[in-house]
Every structure is written in structure tokens, then in C-alpha cells.
């Protein structure tokens, strides 16, 4: 199936231009902060924004589920790894809301999986970093869910439909995650010096990957002033990173952790944190492809698709079959 509504056509109407009296409906819409809904007419770059903004979102979900389902097999207890396996399918939940958002702007779950494939389209850099002890599975919850949380929120309200809908259910299985990654951080705080060194590595090594997760600071970021006019986007990329860091300053005390960053310190006058400048060559290197995981990251991905195949042959079959049987009764 492709597209339910071509670009630029009015449904029922004539396809060609847009009149300008939809054009200043989406106008009022936006005005008013209601939601934009799939039937509706909307400018051909608005849908193509969100087309990429929700398949990337929904890539990372699924592409999340790698790293962390790396430890599943070696969980420490059976809680642990009931836990974890919970925490990873609903990553795999949220992935598929998410598709579903974006195949109502016309573009089918294939396209997308073809372009995640291909690198024609991204997902979120941190998902390149490997997790080499599983105490990297409660720093991912804390830290890696916990900026998840701040990008997200505000997507609960964003003028499209489907995707601040899909937001809603995905913020409130996103703040489990990063508790039950706190939870097991604090229990190994709680143990022997070992496990305490363990986590501080861990810590050490996803800190500044979690400050990269809100994306370039915002002199680098062009397409934020045309998202936050479209109420695609509320807040900046630097604010939301602002906001992250206040947040787990507090709480990385708490659990009696170091943040790796000799520059972060409160700031009286500003009433938010300093903090030390991120290694934005870095960034750019890991999400133009050349992170630690990224080739195993999609060529795993690409094995399950294509493992999948026969699969998606045979329910396109049965769909088939059952669709003749009812024509011919
Ligand atoms: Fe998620
Ligand atoms: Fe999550």
C-alpha cells in the first residue's frame, strides 16, 4: 500500500495546488495548538519533516533494543532478566507505534525498514556505543531513558496527531525504563567496591553519548526555527540538554556517582549547570557511520529483515487467500 493521500492533492478535491483557504486552515490549526491529523491537508515540507523525524525515532527504538539485548542471556538473576526482557520488547513497542505514525503520512513500514537498512535514513547516535558490562544496562535506563524522557515529553504535544498520541503511551513506559536503571545502579552502589567501580565505568563511558542523544547545539541545527513554527518541535536542542543535565546532576549525587566532566558546576546566576563542551567531532563521526558499532548495528538489523522475509510472504499470501474466499461467498 502506498500513500492514502498524495502530496499536495486535497482528499476528495482536485489534486494540484492547494487553495489557500486549506493553507490557512493548517495556519489556524497550528494557531490554535490543535492537532493535525493524516487527512488533513498539510504543506508537502511539513510532511516530509515529519516523515523523517518519526522513522528516525521509530529506528532508534528498534535499533535500541541491540545494545541492551546484548545482556538478556546473561541477566545476573531471573528478576534481572524478566526486568530486561520487558524493558527490550517494549522498545520493540514503541518502534511499531511509532512505524504506524509514520505510515499515515504515506510511506509504508518496507520503505522505511529499506531506508534504515541502506543508511539512507539515521537513528539515534548513542545506540552506536557498545555495552560491555551490565551495569551499562542500568546506565542506559537512567541515562539513555532519562534523555529520551526530555526529548519526548514535548512531544507529547506536538501538532501532529498520531505522533503525540503514540508519545503519550511510549513517555509512560519510558519513565519504568530509567527507574528500573536507577534501581539496579543503586543496588550495585549498595555492594561491593567492584560493582561501585563498575558502575562509575559504565557512567564514565555513556555520559557524554547521553548529552550528544539532543542532537547538534543549536547555531548548528537549521531546521530547528521551521520545526518549533510548525509546533513539530517546542523546545531547542540545547534547551532540552540544559534541562537533562539539571535533572541528573542530582540524582548522579544521590547515587554516589562522579560525572565525567571537571567543568560542571552550578551556576548562581543563570540558576541552571555549567558544563564542559562535548566533542561534537565526535558526534559528527559516529552519526555520519563511523561509531563503534554502527556497521554490526545494521547489518544485524538487515539479517532479521531479511530472515523475516518468508514470513511476510506468507501472511501477504494468507491476507490474499481470505480476500478471495470472501469474494467468491
Ligand atoms: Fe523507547
Ligand atoms: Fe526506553
Redesign the pocket.
Known amino acids: 500500500m502506498t500513500s492514502a493521500v498524495e502530496p499536495g492533492t486535497v482528499p476528495g478535491g482536485e489534486p494540484g495546488a492547494a487553495p489557500a483557504e486549506l493553507e490557512a486552515h493548517f495556519e489556524a490549526t497550528l494557531a490554535h495548538k490543535d492537532r493535525v491529523e493524516p487527512r488533513d491537508w498539510m504543506p508537502e515540507r511539513y510532511r516530509r519533516t515529519l516523515v523523517r523525524q518519526i522513522a528516525q525515532h521509530a529506528h532508534s527504538?528498534i535499533i535500541?533494543m541491540q545494545p541492551e539485548g546484548n545482556w538478556i542471556s546473561r541477566a545476573p538473576s531471573l528478576r534481572r532478566k524478566a526486568i530486561l526482557l520487558a524493558?527490550v520488547q517494549?522498545?520493540a513497542g514503541?518502534g511499531l507505534y511509532l512505524y504506524s505514525a509514520t505510515e499515515t503520512l504515506g510511506v509504508t513500514r518496507t520503505e522505511l525498514t529499506e531506508r534504515l537498512v541502506s543508511g539512507a535514513q539515521k537513528y539515534s547516535s548513542i545506540f552506536n556505543y557498545p555495552t560491555l558490562s551490565y551495569a551499562d544496562v542500568g546506565t542506559i535506563?537512567w541515562l539513555?531513558?532519562g534523555a529520551?524522557i526530555c526529548n519526548q515529553v514535548p512531544l507529547c504535544r506536538t501538532s501532529f496527531g498520531p505522533y503525540g498520541r503514540a508519545m503519550i503511551r511510549i513517555c509512560k513506559?519510558?519513565s519504568f525504563?530509567q527507574r528500573q536503571g536507577y534501581e539496579l545502579l543503586m543496588t550495585m552502589m549498595r555492594g561491593t567496591d567492584e560493582q561501585r567501580a563498575m558502575v562509575q565505568e559504565s557512567v564514565d563511558r555513556f555520559w557524554w553519548p547521553s548529552l550528544m542523544m539532543f542532537g547538534p547545539p543549536d547555531d548548528a541545527s537549521p531546521n530547528t526555527a521551521q520545526s518549533m513554527a510548525w509546533g513539530i518541535k517546542t523546545h531547542t536542542n540545547d534547551e532540552l540538554r540544559q534541562r537533562f543535565v539539571d535533572m541528573t546532576v542530582p540524582q548522579a549525587e544521590a547515587l554516589g556517582v562522579t560525572l565525567p566532566d571537571p567543568e560542571l558546576a552550578w551556576n548562581e546566576e543563570r540558576a541552571a549547570h555549567d558544563f564542559g563542551e562535548i566533542d561534537w567531532d565526535e558526534f559528527w563521526r559516529v552519526v555520519g557511520g563511523d561509531g563503534p558499532c554502527n556497521a554490526q548495528r545494521v547489518a544485524h538489523r538487515k539479517k532479521a529483515w531479511d530472515d523475516g522475509a518468508w514470513v511476510r510472504e506468507a501472511a501477504t499470501a494468507f491476507a490474499r487467500k481470505q480476500e478471495q474466499q470472501q469474494e467468491a461467498a
Do not use: F, I, P, S
Open positions: 527504538e535500541g524493558k517494549d522498545e514503541h535506563g539513555v531513558d529520551a513506559e519510558e525504563h
